[in-house]
């Protein structure tokens, strides 16, 4: 059975904290790693990964995925109180290109 | 570009009711579309996956007679919640692939659907 397993489930921090973000995967027919940031309504694309050990970068986030070990982190440096919201990872898998979903880290920055 | 709409954004209804939920590609062509359902802190699953044409492909433990999918043009693909029941109350979202795209970041997501069984 596919899974995808994110650590921690929650976390509050203060702005300007810098967080890392954990996802662990064990599926078949991986394809790619996907980060999205999940506010009130649907999910908005962060990241999308495929090689291990390339890190990728969108302003004050950044993202890498090692294939060996399974598992990718997202950074997110000087936080502020707009970060607030439950990123979620998702595996892409080969076949018809689903996703499975981790259970997402909701992410609370405090003024 | 790449927007997906989905109507309506929120419905009740009472149980035994069926509800039909909408979701379009508006500014481009969807050959595949995904329905996933969200609880409360909960993660999306994957319902079905729905192809421009064909029958959808339900996930294990989804019923296919109770969630009816229907996909019939490259850019609406509808699904129908028959006999609802309280359970069945949840955040639907739907999510269409760019035709031509073959990787998951082509994948983008509606704004979901808020459904309360009465």
């Known amino acids: 059975e596919d899974k995808v397993v994110q650590s921690p489930l929650s976390l509050v921090v203060h702005e300007g904290d810098t967080v890392t973000l954990n996802c662990s995967y064990e599926?078949?027919?991986?394809?790619?790693l996907l980060w999205y940031k999940q506010e009130k309504k649907a999910p908005t694309f962060l990241f999308m990964l495929?090689?291990?050990?390339i890190e990728k970068k969108s302003g004050r986030l950044s993202s890498i995925l090692d294939k060996k070990e399974l598992f990718s982190i997202l950074n997110i440096t000087a936080t502020q109180t707009g970060d607030s919201a439950v990123y979620l990872c998702?595996?892409?898998?080969?076949?018809?290109?689903?996703?499975?979903f981790g259970a997402g880290t909701r992410l609370t920055v405090k003024p | 570009g790449a927007v997906v709409s989905q109507h309506p954004s929120w419905v009740i209804c009472k149980s035994g009711t069926s509800v039909k939920i909408e979701c379009r590609s508006l500014?481009?062509?969807?050959?595949?579309m995904f329905w996933y359902r969200q609880f409360p802190k909960q993660s999306l699953m994957l319902m079905a996956t729905?192809?421009?044409?064909?029958?959808?492909?339900?996930e294990q433990g989804v019923e296919k007679d109770k969630f009816l999918i229907n996909h019939a043009s490259l850019t609406l693909s509808t699904l129908t919640v028959t006999s609802a029941h309280p359970e069945d109350s949840s955040f639907y979202i739907c999510?269409?692939?760019?035709?031509?795209?073959?990787?998951?970041?082509?994948?983008?997501f509606g704004p979901g659907t808020r459904l309360t069984v009465l």
């Open positions: 495929t090689s291990s050990g």
């Open positions: 500014d481009f062509q969807a050959t595949t």
């Open positions: 998702a595996v892409g898998l080969y076949n018809n290109n689903d996703m499975r």
């Open positions: 999510s269409a692939r760019l035709a031509g795209g073959s990787g998951a970041d082509t994948q983008y």
């Open positions: 729905s192809n421009e044409g064909s029958k959808a492909t339900y």
């Open positions: 599926v078949t027919n991986f394809r790619s």
